[in-house]
């Protein structure tokens, strides 16, 4: 499930940043959209999924409080999740 979660995690930041750094730019300075749409939904899910699959993994890691809401928040973060994959996850590295 760890492995899962290390895939679901670098998709998800992937997205974000893709979302953020190129989609929503592009939207707002070139009034282009299609890129936002192409992504939104992508990105949810996994957002979603991120969010579900670290709740099931909490008590497997034995993540404390502090740390649990650490890796809930780097989700929100840009390249938060790259962070919590090194740090948290980093005892599965064959991905």
Do not use: C, Q
């Not at 190129?22 to 009034?31: F, N, Q, R, S």
């Not at 299609?34 to 957002?47: A, D, E, N, R, S």
């Amino acid at each position: 499930m760890t492995l899962t979660f290390r895939w679901i995690s670098l998709l998800e930041g992937l997205s974000y940043i893709l979302l953020l750094f190129v989609a929503v730019p592009l939207k707002y300075l070139g009034g282009n959209d299609i890129l936002v749409k192409t992504l939104g939904m992508p990105h949810g899910i996994l957002f979603v999924a991120y969010v579900a699959f670290a709740l099931l993994l909490r008590p497997e890691k034995k993540w404390d409080n502090r740390n649990f809401l650490f890796i809930l928040a780097a989700s929100v973060i840009p390249f938060g999740t790259f962070y919590v994959d090194r740090k948290y996850l980093k005892e599965s590295k064959a991905l």
